[in-house]
C-alpha cells in the first residue's frame, strides 16, 4: 500500500530514501517496530557472523 507525500526538497535529506530500479528516490517510513525488528535481527546475524 502506498500513499503518495509530496516532501518539501529542503528536507529532504532528513528522511530515509531508497533508490527504485527505475532511478527514482522514494522516501520510507520507518516505524519504531520496524527498526526494533530490524536491529534485533541485525545483531543476531552479526553474533552469528562473530560465532564463525
Known sequence: ISKDKLINAKYCDQFAHVTWPDG???????????????????RALLEKTKAR
Open 24 to 42: 527514482t528516490i522514494r522516501h520510507v517510513y520507518v516505524t519504531s517496530e520496524f527498526h526494533r525488528d530490524y536491529e534485533r535481527r541485525m
